[in-house]
Every structure is written in C-alpha cells, then in structure tokens.
C-alpha cells in the first residue's frame, strides 16, 4: 500500500522538473511503483482528475464547498481565506498556508485520534468516491465532513494537493501525452498501443493496469464496450467546397445539422445518451431514449448524431434551446412537450459486439443505415458520395434554406478516428469562422452591474507548452441574464482576485466572433481580437477542444491573403 503522502513527494518534484523527458521519467517510475489496485487512481490523480473522463461519477466540489471545509479546518473565516487566494493565487498553497494556521486549541478529526493517521492513496481516493456519491438533503454536510477528514489527517505537503484535487486542478503539468509515454517506458510497451488503448476505452487508468498485467497483448485486445463512451471524431474547417473536392477528390456530402451531438450506446432495451462532453444525459432525453429503442433495429450497437430542437414547422431551434433539453433534470416532461426533438444518426461505431472503427466510413454507412428504420424522430439522412461543385453546392443551399449550418464533406474512405480533428471531416459554414476560447479571467463590474462579472478574459491553447496564451476580452454580446448565469457559474470557479480583476480556472469555452484578428504585443498569444463578441457559451464543449495558436496562426495567415 502505498502512502498518499509519498505520492505527494513525487508530485512535488515533477512540479519542480521543467523538461518533459524528465517529467514522463517520473511519472514512470511512479507508475512503477505503485500496486495494481493503485495504479488507475495515481493514473488519474497526475492528470488532475478523480474519475475518468467518460465516468458518471464526478467530484462535483466547488470552490465554495473547498473554503467553506478549509475555513472549518483551520478555524480561519471564509473571507480571510479568499484574502490568502488572492494573494497566493493558487488553491494548494492556500490550504497550506490556511492549515498552517491552525491554533493549538482548535479541534481536528485527528486530535481525537489516539495515534496521528497516514493517509493511502486508495484512502483519499475512497474520501472523494464518497464526496461524489453524497446526494440529498445532508450532502453538502456530509462533503465538506469527507474533506475536513482529509485535511485534518493530512501533512503540509498532503493539504496543498488534496486541495488541487478536490478542483481537479494539479498543476504539475502532466497531461495525456506525459501519461502515455510513461505508461509505455514503465511497462516496456509501445507508445501506439498505449495511444490506441486510450482511443478505445477513454481510460488512462485502464490502459496502465493492462499494459502492467498483459503487456503489448492485453493492450491490443482492448476495444469498445457498450456503455463506456469513446471521444468523439471532430471536424476541421474549409475555406470553400473547391478546396475540399481538392483535398478529398471524392467526397461524402451531408448536411450539418444545427443541434447539439450525441453519442448513442444500445445494448438490448438500454439505451444510453452522451453528450459532446461524454456526460451521461440519458435522463433528460426520454423521447429520444423511446424513439432509438424502436428505430434502431441492432440488438448492440454505438452511434453517432446530431439532436436537433425544432419549431413548429420542422425547422431548427436556437442552440441554447437544445441545451435546455440536455441539462434538464427535473420536470422533464415538460421540457419534452416544450422543446420537441428529432436526432439525426450520420454514423456507427460499433455493431453486435465488433468495433466498426476501422473500417472505411462507406462501408459503416452501409451498416448504419441497415440498422436504423427511419422514423419521425430519428433518420439517417440523405448522402451524397460526389466530385461535382454544382452538386454539393445545391446540397450546401437546400441545408442553409433548411436554416441548418451548412455542409459536412467527408472522405469515405476513412476510417473513424476518436477524439481527432483532421481532413477526414471537413466542415463548411458561411459565415466567418468563429473562434471557441477558453475564460480564463473576468472583471467585477461597475455601477448598475457591480455585482456581476463581465468582460471576459479569453485564452487560446498552446499544446507545445501546454498553457493557455491569452487572446483578448470580450464583453459584447451578453444579455443581463446571460451575465447574471455566468456570474453564478464563474464564481464557482475563481482561483484568485486582484483588485476587480479575477483569475478563473480554465474550464469554460465561450465561441467568440470577431472582425479581424491582429497581431498584437498586449497578449502572450501574439494575437488579439478586432471587435469580439459572444456568439455561444460552449458548455457543451470540454476544455480539449479549446482552439490552439496554430488555428490563429492559420486564421491569421488566411485573412491576410
Ligand atoms: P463544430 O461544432 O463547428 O466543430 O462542427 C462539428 C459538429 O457538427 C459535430 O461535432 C456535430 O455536432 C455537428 N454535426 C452536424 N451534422 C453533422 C454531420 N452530418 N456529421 C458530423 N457532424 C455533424
């Protein structure tokens, strides 16, 4: 069993290590290290997660909860603790230097203890499995109780990570790539298998503990399970169909559909719903879960689509419309008399027990139209395989008359690649291309609106480093309501205030548009924005699809000619 308190050491010193040779050495040797039964927690904790991404469990703990157990701790006020954010700007320092306050006389879990407790990893891990499954009335009570546990048994150096976890902000700097290639070193497998692992399970930690117990073997045996969802294949931009037609030569056409995506996973009478965030949103979508049981005729099966709300007439409904449906928890019903919705499948994954993945998106579309019957609710769309300009053009017309987005040219020889963003799938839309961004700040407002944050701090993501280079402000294009939702949403993530200026943990991403993006020496992008304003707030989106400077890079070059 290892300690919580030696995982802690040697996050310390990755903290410390600059390069990501040495970084990924570290990790590996932690990986090592640790038991089986540890390995997929240490996996997660680096990364800054708890559970898995596709997991429905979720910490679900925000920086209120976080003060409020800290200040029960310490004994110190909530205020006084916001004081420490400001200044040290980071929530693991503060909750070590909150902690460090702790009076002689102030009552601790531990204090009561006979003889002081070393936390395991497995313990912490547990304490958070029970902070996220707390539900009901009590639960708050009950969370902050789990975490004061935490704190109160803890050493200095423990408090400040338990506190990063409990946001799921590490800051070491170790993501994906670091984790893959030190799963690869540590059980002597290679970096493909480990990359397709992930792709296939959408789990860090289940892909270490196979490669430990079965090594290259095991990893290429992993493949798709229903009800564990997969990232999703995502589109690149085109400037124009002629440029499509010459990347591609043939080219799949369909319409794209103005509504939000969904990750379909059937087994028998069960159907499961994810949305773009892999969050399971079953729940909220019952028409949809009916209308699938009946259109898909496959007993298992993994699809892909797109829900789309609609009016009276058949035509879609504003984006944030559908996402009413998608939060909604209770009074569902209501919802789906309201906001009726139709889903349109455009492809499948995997088919009575075989991963279709691999093969050539043709032959998958064979596949899923012979699963689905169409039905008022749910239909495969028409497709077009074609060379011809003057056709897809049509297409592009009759999509945009419909009042949906425009086009999706795909190459129809491709396979489905999870979570990549490449030319196998080009979108075209007609207006200039906005940018998504993520906040990473925001400012207090004056006069009439004090009490709201507003102007929005924005940062693009820059994979070399790994950090978020700021782009600019936008404070245009935000209704009052919309302010006072973002203000209540963003509160819960403030990591430090200075002045009216607030620093947000990068979490959010607002799609910005904007007249002309500039180079500009004001921010670490190198990048600013003419005239920004919010078109969506993405939340439907999840801080990986950030847009990165080469995407500015690209814009940038492309308005110039
Ligand atoms: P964007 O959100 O601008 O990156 O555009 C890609 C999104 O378009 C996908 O994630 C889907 O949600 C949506 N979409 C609508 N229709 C289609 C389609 N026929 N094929 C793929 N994606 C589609």
């Known amino acids: 069993m290892t300690s919580f308190k030696e995982f802690c050491r040697v996050c310390k010193v990755i903290e410390e290590t600059a390069g990501s040779l040495d970084m990924t050495d570290l990790v590996s040797e932690l990986f090592s290290l640790v038991t089986t039964e540890e390995l997929p927690v240490v996996t997660h904790f680096v990364m800054g997660e708890v559970f898995p991404a596709w997991s429905d469990e979720e910490v679900g703990l925000g920086t209120g909860l976080l003060l409020n157990a800290l200040s029960k701790s310490s004994g110190i006020s909530v205020k006084k603790i916001e004081d420490i954010v400001r200044d040290t700007g980071d929530m693991g320092k503060t909750a070590v230097k909150a902690l460090s306050k702790v009076s002689k006389g102030q009552a601790t879990f531990s204090s009561f203890l006979d003889s002081p407790v070393e936390l395991s990893i497995m313990e912490v891990f547990e304490r958070f499995r029970n902070i996220a499954s707390a539900t009901g009335k009590g639960s708050q009570t009950s969370r902050i109780k789990h975490l004061q546990y935490l704190f109160n048994s803890a050493s200095s150096e423990e408090v400040g990570y338990i506190a990063r976890l409990a946001i799921e902000d590490m800051r070491i700097g170790v993501g994906e790539g670091i984790v893959r290639d030190a799963i690869a070193k540590a059980f002597a497998v290679p970096v493909a298998s480990v990359e397709r692992g992930y792709m296939l399970t959408n789990d860090m930690g289940l892909v270490a503990v196979t490669a430990k117990e079965g090594g290259d073997e095991a990893l290429l045996n992993l493949g798709l399970q229903v009800g564990r969802p997969i990232k999703l294949m995502l589109a690149q931009v085109t400037p124009d169909i ?85 939060r909604r928890k209770y009074d569902v019903e209501n919802k789906v008399r309201h906001i009726p919705l139709t ?17 050539p998106l043709q032959k998958r579309r064979e596949f899923l139209v012979s699963s689905v019957e169409n039905s008022d609710l749910v239909r495969v769309d ?6 011809d300009i003057s056709e897809i053009n049509s297409m592009y017309e009759q999509a945009l008359r419909a009042g949906h987005e425009g086009i999706m040219l795909k190459n129809p020889d491709s396979p489905y690649s999870p979570g990549k963003r490449g030319k196998n799938w080009l979108k075209k839309k007609p207006v200039m291309e906005t940018l998504d961004l993520v906040v990473v700040g925001a400012e207090w407002g004056y006069g009439r609106r004090t009490s709201f944050l507003g102007s929005y701090a924005l940062a693009c993501h820059d994979p070399d480093t790994g950090r978020f280079l700021p782009v600019g402000k936008v404070a245009t294009g935000i209704s009052d309501e919309q302010l006072s939702e973002l203000t209540e949403l963003f509160k819960e993530h403030i990591i430090s205030e200075s002045g009216t200026f607030v620093e947000i943990r990068p979490h959010v991403l607002f799609e910005v548009a904007f007249e002309e993006i500039q180079k500009s020496t004001n921010y670490e992008s190198g990048y600013a924005l003419r005239f920004p304003r919010l078109v969506h707030v993405r939340d439907d989106k999840s801080i990986e699809e950030v847009d990165t400077l080469e995407r500015l890079d690209d814009m940038y070059m492309t308005q110039r000619k």
């Open 242 to 326: 002629e440029t499509a037609i010459k990347d591609l030569g043939i080219v799949a056409a369909e319409w794209k559909f103005d509504g939000a995506r969904v990750q379909i996973h059937k087994n028998g009478d069960e159907i499961t719903l994810y949305s773009r965030r892999l969050e399971n949103i079953t729940d909220s979508l019952p028409d949809i879960v009916s209308a699938v049981k009946k259109a898909v005729k496959a007993n298992s099966a993994i699809l892909d689509g797109e829900a789309v709300a609609i009016d009276e007439n058949g035509r879609p409904k504003p984006f944030q419309e559908i996402l009413k449906r998608f």
């Open 382 to 387: 028409n497709q077009l395989i074609t060379s």
């Open 343 to 359: 889903l349109n499948l455009f492809d499948i994954m995997y088919l009575e027990g075989e991963s279709l993945i691999e093969l």
